[in-house]
């Protein structure tokens, strides 16, 4: 763990109550909060892209 990493770091200031939800969360998964919010970060961006640029329907009939 602590190795060198190529990944920016982003701070978020969130309540208490969210970071310990996020941590059970993390633990439930067995993984770091820093992990699971990374991940949900990626979740929200490929969604925000999503509804960006919609995909055409193409109607094969």
């Known amino acids: ?3 060198k990493t190529d990944l920016d770091r982003v701070v ?3 309540p208490s109550e969210r970071k310990k939800e996020l941590e059970e969360w993390a633990e439930a998964e067995e993984r770091s909060v820093s992990w699971l919010v990374a991940k949900l970060i990626d979740q929200a961006l490929q969604e925000r892209r999503k509804q960006q640029n919609p995909s055409k329907v193409v109607n094969m009939g």
């Open 1 to 3: 763990m602590g190795g």
């Open 12 to 14: 978020a200031y969130v």
